[in-house]
């Protein structure tokens, strides 16, 4: 069992930069991979960037590469994902998970807008 908090999101400029966290309370965090995923109004959640239990691997979506980093901190129980050169559309509600469960938070807003 693991419960999830979302927080760090806000409202940006294009270009700019914020650092999403993760924070995990329960005694397994550390044996679970760990995803990013966001959801935009009137669109399907879609993936945004995995990480492998041990942090030693990740992956992102096409639409992130270059621009997003996930890492963790198993000691902190903690996933980051750090969102740069933000453009107005990565404007959405950002949600961890833990890989492949029903374990989600409840979400932090990130809004890109001039």
């Known amino acids: 069992q693991v419960q999830l908090v979302e927080s760090g999101g806000g409202l940006v400029q294009p270009g700019g930069s914020l650092r999403l966290s993760c924070a995990a309370s329960g005694r397994t965090f550390s044996n679970y991979a760990m995803g990013w995923f966001r959801q935009a109004p009137g669109k399907e959640r879609e993936f945004v960037a995995h990480i492998s239990w041990s942090g030693g691997s990740t992956n992102y979506a096409d639409s992130v590469k270059g621009r997003f980093t996930i890492s963790r901190d198993n000691a902190k129980n903690t996933v980051y994902l750090q969102v740069n050169s933000l453009k107005p559309e990565d404007t959405a509600v950002y949600y961890c998970?833990?890989?492949?469960?029903?374990?989600w938070g409840q979400g932090t807003q990130v809004t890109v807008s001039s």
């Open positions: 998970n833990a890989w492949g469960t029903a374990f």
